[in-house]
């Protein structure tokens, strides 16, 4: 039996739920979930054997007035160690938990994670493109958690209102819905279906659940107060604004912010770049992670996507913003527009439609970016479709087009991929990934792409062993073969690659991944900046990543790496390794501790025009912080990053129209950098999505000619100070 069709049987088989209230205690009361739908057959689906699972698990589901409640009654004998662990919002932690993973609309293309540990601690998450998390969402939602000798119990309501979804017919809606619980100390994980999210499709294989229709309205009103004093430039500065969440009915949701501030009460980690493409960062900001997921249009080139919101107030303050989002029928669609303060501010637009049909999936989204001090016009028109043929095929297509008007001048271009997804019989996967980005291809005024002017292909067979003897070390081993090719659209070979990989899951609840990769001579058209190729020999690269969960009072994890690469190819080896320890003094006090050595033997390091240094560098970067769990509402954390650089120059090169390499006369010095981070923060949760932070940040970064060791100059980081603030930031939801 297929499991669509499973699926389908299973669906039909539940009960139609009841309409009474549920109080959210963590006590799975029989007469308050009198009629849900029962689900009782939790499948392994890590390891992905599809056995049934090692301890009992029920779980009800239930439609009320005020939400969907879902409830788990988790079995837990004596015989298996309980993790007590607390850990703060969006933990990532392997510990005793449940998930329980809703597709509001059924169609696979924006699905809502909660998820609940034994200890209370909670995390949410947006899925997008079956199987991409993206954990920087916050919603409101409850949950409670009890717990006695013969196990733990989980209830936990989420509102109609925490997605726009659509009417539904005949007073029912139909959700699509995954539920999961994880033996902290093992890692295993079962769910209900027996779905993965390590296969290609995951959203698509989730359970359909028809309930009663319930619409639920919602205006709220979060204005916030804050106070920064800057210790170097000794001056305050008080700022205050407000967002604002409407939803007046199941088809409708408004989001707006005024003057909304993003100060440093989240850190980012610090990141040294002398390459020529940009560093992806994600984006924790609350008016850009609600409900963002229909504006998800993304391509298999790494982090890239049409509408990249951390470029929205990097050139100015925002002064508004405002995002729409709404069902008619079986569209969805979504609406958002921002406006930056200053000379240089920009106003960004974008309008997004999609269209679920049985077996696929439409969308288009047109963006546009408008910056009157350089007279750019900037727009993408962006074209998705998924397609589902068959429980076992999975195709993603992309259509990407740019016009860029500036100063009178037009430049235009189009990109487009495809990737499909295969699964066969015993565990064998393969992947077919084809990707074309023209030259003058530009998404970046409001998206990220890495680069343009790309022509790749590769070709990938994977195979999962699960049935692993009880004596092995690994309950699942996940084996990978790839083999591609990359071009720029000049017909320039950058590289051929072949990549061999293996993931593998412990069963003491550990974790590996090694990797290895050989390339093929190329060249660059990067590293010159516009100034001609680089050729480059063939070279290897390989990485080793462990570990290890909580087990006593430490935690641990390690990588390796070794490579070659630079004008030297296989001539010169380079290494990287790290170790980061993380020791528990209670249950919701921890401190860790880490670091990260690197050498490379030639590091090439563009100067101007078609000059290139060859560097030898020698790199740390040491981190360290603690977590302090103090309740279910005190949260404090420390964080320290710092790295340090050396980089002693051993060639200077200039190039040939053809790209080969000349010994250069032109002087090129030794260099150095040293960067800090360090932040304190204190977050009070006042009410759900209410907040009090106080926030202590200092930090610095600093490049300059001349080097004294890597050692010297980490020591020396800790003395930066280019900035150096206090912040302390009030935000309270008010719901009306």
Same mark, same amino acid.
């Given at each position: 039996?297929?499991?669509?069709?499973?699926?389908?049987?299973?669906?039909?088989?539940?009960?139609?739920?009841?309409? #009474? &209230? @549920?109080?959210? !205690?963590?006590?799975?009361?029989?007469? +308050?979930?009198?009629?849900?739908? %029962?689900?009782?057959?939790? /499948?392994?689906?890590?390891?992905?054997?599809?056995?049934?699972?090692?301890?009992?698990?029920?779980?009800?589901?239930?439609?009320?007035?005020?939400?969907?409640?879902?409830?788990?009654?988790?079995?837990?004998?004596?015989?298996?160690?309980?993790?007590?662990?607390?850990?703060?919002?969006?933990?990532?932690?392997?510990?005793?938990?449940?998930?329980?993973?809703?597709?509001?609309?059924?169609?696979?293309?924006?699905?809502?994670?909660?998820?609940?540990?034994?200890?209370?601690?909670?995390?949410?998450?947006?899925?997008?493109?079956?199987?991409?998390?993206?954990?920087?969402?916050?919603?409101?939602?409850? #949950? &409670? @958690?009890?717990? !006695?000798?013969?196990?733990?119990?989980? +209830?936990?309501?989420?509102?109609? %209102?925490?997605?726009?979804? /659509?009417?539904?017919?005949?007073?029912?809606?139909?959700?699509?819905?995954?539920?999961?619980?994880?033996?902290?100390?093992?890692?295993?994980?079962?769910?209900?279906?027996?779905?993965?999210?390590?296969?290609?499709?995951?959203?698509?294989?989730?359970?359909?659940?028809?309930?009663?229709?319930?619409?639920?309205?919602?205006?709220?009103?979060?204005?916030?107060?804050?106070?920064?004093?800057?210790?170097?430039?000794?001056?305050?500065?008080?700022?205050?604004?407000?967002?604002?969440?409407?939803?007046?009915?199941?088809?409708?949701?408004?989001?707006?912010?005024?003057?909304?501030?993003?100060?440093?009460?989240? &850190?980012?980690?610090?990141?040294?770049?002398?390459?020529?493409? +940009?560093?992806?960062?994600?984006?924790?900001?609350?008016?850009?992670?609600?409900?963002?997921?229909?504006?998800?249009?993304?391509?298999?080139?790494?982090?890239?996507?049409?509408?990249?919101?951390?470029?929205?107030?990097?050139?100015?303050?925002?002064?508004?913003?405002?995002?729409?989002?709404?069902?008619?029928?079986?569209?969805?669609?979504?609406?958002?527009?921002?406006?930056?303060?200053?000379?240089?501010?920009?106003?960004?637009?974008?309008?997004?439609?999609?269209?679920?049909?049985?077996?696929?999936?439409?969308?288009?989204?047109?963006?546009?970016?408008?910056?009157?001090?350089?007279?750019?016009?900037?727009?993408?028109?962006?074209?998705?479709?998924?397609?589902?043929?068959?429980?076992?095929?999975?195709?993603?297509?992309?259509?990407?087009?740019?016009?860029?008007?500036?100063?009178?001048?037009?430049?235009?271009?189009?990109?487009?991929?495809?990737?499909?997804?295969?699964?066969?019989?015993?565990?064998?996967?393969?992947?077919?990934?084809?990707?074309?980005?023209?030259?003058?291809?530009?998404?970046?005024?409001?998206?990220?792409?890495?680069?343009?002017?790309?022509?790749?292909?590769?070709?990938?067979?994977?195979?999962?062993?699960?049935?692993?003897?009880?004596?092995?070390?690994?309950?699942?081993?996940?084996?990978?073969?790839?083999?591609?090719?990359?071009?720029?659209?000049?017909?320039?070979?950058?590289?051929?690659?072949?990549?061999?990989?293996?993931?593998?899951?412990?069963?003491?609840?550990?974790?590996?991944?090694?990797?290895?990769?050989?390339?093929?001579?190329?060249?660059?058209?990067?590293?010159?900046?516009?100034?001609?190729?680089?050729?480059?020999?063939?070279?290897?690269?390989?990485?080793?990543?462990?570990?290890?969960?909580?087990?006593?009072?430490?935690?641990?994890?390690?990588?390796?790496?070794?490579?070659?690469?630079?004008?030297?190819?296989?001539?010169?080896?380079?290494?990287?390794?790290?170790?980061?320890?993380?020791?528990?003094?209670?249950?919701?006090?921890?401190?860790?501790?880490?670091?990260?050595?690197?050498?490379?033997?030639?590091?090439?390091?563009?100067?101007?025009?078609?000059?290139?240094?060859?560097?030898?560098?020698?790199?740390?970067?040491?981190?360290?912080?603690?977590?302090?769990?103090?309740?279910?509402?005190?949260?404090?954390?420390?964080?320290?990053?710092?790295?340090?650089?050396?980089?002693?120059?051993?060639?200077?090169?200039?190039?040939?129209?053809?790209?080969?390499?000349?010994?250069?006369?032109?002087?090129?010095?030794?260099?150095?950098?040293?960067?800090?981070?360090?932040?304190?923060?204190?977050?009070?949760?006042?009410?759900?999505?209410?907040?009090?932070?106080?926030?202590?940040?200092?930090?610095?970064?600093?490049?300059?000619?001349?080097?004294?060791?890597?050692?010297?100059?980490?020591?020396?980081?800790?003395?930066?100070?280019?900035?150096?603030?206090?912040?302390?930031?009030?935000?309270?939801?008010?719901?009306?």
């Amino acid at each position: 039996m297929t499991l669509p069709r499973l699926i389908g049987l299973l669906a039909l088989a539940l009960p139609c739920a009841s309409v #009474h &209230a @549920v109080e959210i !205690d963590g006590r799975v009361d029989p007469a +308050e979930w009198q009629g849900a739908h %029962h689900v009782t057959d939790f /499948r392994k689906t890590q390891p992905l054997t599809g056995e049934p699972g090692s301890l009992p698990t029920e779980a009800w589901i239930l439609a009320t007035p005020d939400g969907l409640a879902i409830a788990f009654r988790n079995t837990h004998p004596a015989a298996v160690p309980r993790t007590r662990q607390r850990v703060q919002r969006d933990f990532d932690e392997q510990v005793d938990r449940v998930n329980a993973f809703i597709d509001f609309d059924g169609d696979g293309r924006t699905g809502y994670a909660f998820t609940v540990s034994s200890t209370g601690g909670i995390a949410d998450e947006v899925i997008t493109n079956e199987n991409q998390f993206n954990s920087d969402w916050d919603g409101q939602w409850r #949950h &409670a @958690v009890g717990e !006695d000798e013969q196990g733990w119990s989980v +209830e936990l309501l989420i509102p109609w %209102h925490t997605a726009p979804m /659509r009417d539904g017919t005949d007073g029912q809606r139909t959700l699509k819905v995954f539920l999961a619980r994880v033996i902290g100390v093992t890692g295993e994980r079962m769910a209900w279906p027996s779905a993965s999210f390590e296969r290609p499709r995951f959203m698509s294989d989730f359970a359909s659940v028809t309930v009663p229709r319930y619409d639920q309205s919602l205006l709220a009103l979060t204005p916030y107060v804050s106070g920064l004093y800057d210790n170097v430039g000794r001056r305050s500065d008080f700022n205050g604004g407000a967002d604002v969440f409407w939803k007046p009915n199941g088809r409708f949701q408004l989001t707006a912010t005024v003057n909304p501030d993003f100060g440093q009460v989240e &850190a980012d980690d610090l990141v040294v770049n002398f390459s020529a493409t +940009e560093t992806f960062i994600s984006d924790k900001r609350p008016f850009f992670t609600e409900n963002q997921g229909i504006f998800e249009l993304t391509t298999p080139s790494d982090d890239s996507q049409q509408l990249y919101t951390r470029r929205v107030g990097s050139t100015g303050d925002i002064t508004a913003a405002l995002k729409l989002n709404g069902s008619l029928g079986k569209a969805n669609y979504g609406l958002f527009s921002a406006d930056e303060d200053g000379e240089y501010g920009r106003s960004f637009h974008a309008l997004r439609v999609v269209r679920d049909f049985e077996k696929q999936n439409l969308g288009a989204m047109l963006t546009r970016v408008e910056q009157d001090a350089t007279d750019r016009e900037a727009t993408v028109l962006g074209v998705d479709h998924n397609w589902r043929p068959t429980a076992r095929w999975n195709i993603r297509s992309r259509l990407l087009g740019s016009r860029i008007d500036q100063a009178g001048d037009r430049a235009q271009d189009l990109g487009a991929t495809v990737w499909a997804d295969y699964e066969m019989e015993d565990g064998w996967r393969q992947q077919w990934i084809a990707m074309h980005f023209g030259n003058d291809l530009q998404i970046n005024d409001f998206g990220y792409l890495s680069r343009n002017s790309t022509n790749y292909l590769h070709w990938e067979v994977r195979k999962r062993f699960t049935g692993l003897p009880d004596a092995s070390r690994y309950s699942s081993k996940d084996w990978r073969w790839r083999v591609s090719s990359s071009h720029n659209n000049h017909g320039d070979k950058l590289n051929d690659q072949f990549r061999m990989s293996r993931e593998g899951q412990l069963r003491n609840g550990s974790y590996e991944y090694a990797q290895i990769n050989v390339n093929s001579a190329g060249l660059s058209d990067l590293l010159l900046r516009g100034n001609g190729v680089v050729r480059l020999p063939a070279n290897f690269n390989t990485y080793f990543e462990f570990e290890r969960p909580r087990k006593g009072d430490w935690a641990h994890e390690t990588e390796l790496e070794t490579f070659t690469g630079g004008l030297a190819g296989n001539r010169k080896l380079g290494a990287g390794a790290g170790y980061t320890a993380t020791y528990f003094i209670s249950d919701a006090f921890s401190i860790y501790a880490g670091g990260y050595a690197l050498y490379t033997p030639d590091w090439l390091v563009w100067q101007r025009e078609d000059l290139v240094g060859g560097f030898k560098r020698r790199q740390f970067d040491l981190s360290a912080g603690l977590d302090w769990v103090v309740d279910d509402r005190h949260e404090l954390r420390v964080k320290m990053q710092a790295i340090a650089l050396d980089a002693r120059v051993q060639d200077a090169w200039r190039f040939d129209p053809q790209g080969y390499a000349l010994a250069a006369t032109d002087t090129v010095e030794d260099f150095s950098v040293r960067n800090l981070g360090f932040q304190v923060r204190y977050r009070y949760e006042l009410a759900p999505l209410s907040y009090l932070y106080v926030v202590y940040a200092r930090g610095g970064y600093e490049q300059r000619t001349g080097t004294e060791g890597v050692e010297d100059l980490l020591q020396d980081s800790f003395s930066l100070r280019d900035d150096e603030q206090l912040v302390v930031k009030l935000s309270y939801r008010f719901e009306i």
